[in-house]
């Protein structure tokens, strides 16, 4: 029988409403959000209620998002679904080391918030923005951005797309190459150049308060964005470094299948890890959170 992987996904899904129907549904998804609205009041709100400009702010992005994903993971806990494994994308490594042990729920979400607060800082002193190229190789992609002072690939996602970040005044010229090289720029929706050296103010920062935590080991193997190998050492230098580096996405699906995983469960407000996992492997089960659940609970 195969392993069972569960994803979390970071920014650019999230949308006004999500998880309200998980706080109407389910007691231990309220006691998550009420648990995160407690300390950040108005989280609620804005996940419910908040616009997409204001959901679209890194400083409400992050919270907003983690309180979401891990209300849907303790509900899945709560039907007995165990997994093998457990990997985030950019926030979403966050939740994950939460979900794995590594510090509480609580500590958790505070540290998400001042993560989401640095991060938008630096994205504020960065005039920068993030595109998703598609249809060119890595090769391709990485040339490209060695052409550009301030352009970087950042989020290897899976075959055939890349995510770069760059400074808002070389991106258009920057589209405009990769329109000539036979691929195609997407904006993407969010507030700065994630994942690259824009971000080391913001990466010093986490690490600092990541200091004053005490981090315990994962009780479940978890994926580093950074290495795509599972967290060995000192996990701290892992979800700082994150910050300011690239997103080995495709490495750690390809390190999870060598593994024996062969159904990942996304959780975030949309599909998009999901959709990356078909693309990497036609032969593995790649579903959301709701539809696993759905199926749980009707057996």
């Known amino acids: 029988m195969g392993k069972i992987a569960i994803l979390f996904a970071g920014q650019g899904d999230q949308y006004p409403g999500m998880g309200k129907e998980l706080y109407e549904k389910y007691h231990v998804a309220r006691e998550i959000f009420d648990l995160c609205d407690g300390i950040r009041p108005g989280t609620i709100d804005q996940c419910f209620a908040g616009t997409e400009a204001e959901l679209r702010q890194t400083v409400n992005t992050q919270p907003c998002l983690f309180a979401m994903e891990l209300a849907a993971a303790a509900v899945l806990w709560e039907q007995g679904v165990r997994p093998d494994a457990l990997a985030g994308f950019s926030l979403g490594e966050v939740t994950a080391a939460t979900v794995a042990g590594i510090f509480d729920r609580e500590t958790g979400f505070r540290l998400v ?163 990356m996992v078909r693309k990497i492997s036609g032969e593995v089960r790649a579903v959301g959170y709701s539809e696993y659940l759905g199926e749980v609970i009707s057996c």
């Open 113 to 275: 918030c001042r993560r989401g607060e640095w991060m938008q800082q630096a994205a504020e002193r960065y005039d920068t923005a993030m595109t998703a190229v598609v249809k060119l190789p890595q090769e391709a992609v990485e040339a490209l951005c060695g052409q550009y002072t301030g352009v970087y690939p950042v989020n290897y996602n899976c075959p055939g797309q890349i995510t770069v970040a760059g400074l808002t005044a070389e991106m258009a010229d920057f589209a405009a190459a990769v329109k000539a090289a036979g691929g195609r720029a997407i904006p993407l929706k969010v507030t700065g150049g994630f994942h690259s050296p824009f971000m080391a103010e913001a990466a010093a920062a986490f690490r600092d308060e990541l200091k004053k935590v005490e981090l315990s080991a994962p009780a479940i193997p978890l994926y580093s964005n950074v290495t795509a190998a599972r967290y060995a050492g000192d996990a701290a230098a892992l979800l700082s470094a994150q910050i300011k580096s690239p997103v080995q996405w495709e490495r750690i699906i390809r390190n999870l299948l060598a593994e024996g995983v062969d159904t990942f469960i996304e959780i975030g407000p949309g599909r998009t890890l999901s959709g």
